[in-house]
Nanobody, 125 residues
Framework: QVQVVQSGGGSVQTGGSLTLSCVVSGRKPSDKVVAWFRQAPGKEREIVSAISRKAYGREFYADSVKGRFTISRGRAENVVILEMQNLKPEDTAIYFC?????????????????WSQGTQVTVSS
């Protein structure tokens, strides 16, 4: 069994920053591709960013967050951090962390089997 638990989120004004943390536990927690998704009201869920297993050193960012969001693994490889800077109202959504047993390439297309509960991020203008 694999568990994915996230923390962080909240409300900020435009231009502010927030950090989300994700902890993967259970079977082979570090041997996973980890991604952040978000879903805004009335919109489909979209991938925001993804990070490969540490040995591969790959990252993926959606165009909408490039240059503003940074994904990283903590000192414990089963911890993944999403630092969000220069936040905009369009970043408002429920954010989810997800883990995958899939490959470390085309991470935006792999199947993510394990999901967190989601947390609200609200950016006000």
């Amino acid at each position: 069994q694999v568990q994915v638990v996230q923390s962080g989120g909240g409300s900020v004004q435009t231009g502010g920053s927030l950090t989300l943390s994700c902890v993967v536990s259970g079977r082979k927690p570090s041997d996973k591709v980890v991604a952040w998704f978000r879903q805004a009201p009335g919109k489909e869920r979209e991938i925001v960013s993804a990070i490969s297993r540490k040995a591969y050193g790959r990252e993926f960012y959606a165009d909408s967050v490039k240059g503003r969001f940074t994904i990283s693994r903590g000192r414990a490889e089963n911890v993944v951090i999403l630092e969000m800077q220069n936040l905009k109202p369009e970043d408002t959504a429920i954010y989810f962390c997800a883990a995958s047993n899939g490959p470390d390439y085309m991470m935006q297309l792999v199947k993510y089997e394990y999901w967190s509960q989601g947390t609200q991020v609200t950016v006000s203008s």
